[in-house]
């Protein structure tokens, strides 16, 4: 099975701009997990989708917004770009939703650069 | 307020030594922790997952035990490997049966010298 992809790998923006990034996770697996990962706060829950619902959220503002389509892929947005969304960006997908005893598997995330 | 603690923050060790990673937890209700290994600019991968019934888990040169009366998890890697150089990354889950969140250490980062 080919593994969780996720689109593009680097991506510079400058602030103000908004951003989408894509995540397709492995077949068959309907959850998708996004995380945000800086080096002081390492890795924060954003949100999660589980068959085109939001199942959980992460404390994080509104400017990050995320869908899930009926294909299970998951796009995220940040709308207004601050310096500080500088980050790398996950997703993970798994079978059930990530509370159940199941594992997740990451893909190689997203290295947002804003200038 | 749940947590999640890691320790040591970094870790140099020489090839073909073992070392011990630490994680204490403050999260309740505990559902099951796992363990994470980052490699430089790539996703994690797991390692181990453990339920509150289990005491340890091996996946190779590494064992993970689990002390949920004390709270605390350990990683222990054996014999490492150059390629063991990577971020290990603590995962607590607070799954109620109904709602919960996964809760993560900030990580420890462990570079395997020759």
């Known amino acids: 099975k080919a593994g969780v992809t996720q689109t593009p790998r680097y991506l510079i923006k400058t602030r103000g701009q908004q951003v989408t990034l894509s995540c397709s996770p492995i077949?068959?697996?309907?959850?998708v997990s996004w995380y945000q990962q800086t080096p002081g706060q390492g890795l924060q829950f954003l949100f999660e989708y589980f068959s085109e619902t939001q199942r959980n959220k992460g404390n994080f503002p509104g400017r990050f917004s995320g869908r899930q389509f009926s294909n299970s892929r998951s796009e995220m947005n940040v709308s207004t770009l601050e310096l500080g969304d500088s980050a790398l960006y996950l997703c993970?997908?798994?079978?059930?939703?990530?509370?159940?005893?199941?594992?997740?598997?990451f893909g190689p995330g997203t290295r947002l650069t804003v200038l | 307020k749940n947590q999640v603690e890691q320790s040591p923050q970094s870790l140099i060790i020489l090839e073909g030594k073992n070392c011990t990673l630490q994680?204490?937890?403050?999260?309740?209700?505990?559902?099951?922790l796992r363990w994470y290994k980052q490699d430089t600019g790539r996703g994690p991968v797991s390692l181990t997952i453990m339920t509150f019934s289990e005491n340890t888990k091996s996946n190779g040169r590494y064992t993970a035990t689990l002390d949920a009366d004390t709270k605390q998890s350990s990683l222990h890697i054996t014999a490492s490997q150059l390629s063991d150089s990577a971020s290990y990354i603590c995962v607590v889950s607070d799954f109620d049966g109904s709602q919960g969140n996964l809760i993560f250490g900030k990580g420890t980062k462990l570079s395997v010298k020759p």
């Open positions: 994680c204490n937890y403050t999260v309740s209700p505990f559902s099951n």
């Open positions: 993970a997908s798994s079978t059930l939703t990530s509370k159940d005893y199941n594992e997740q598997f």
């Open positions: 077949s068959g697996h309907r959850s």
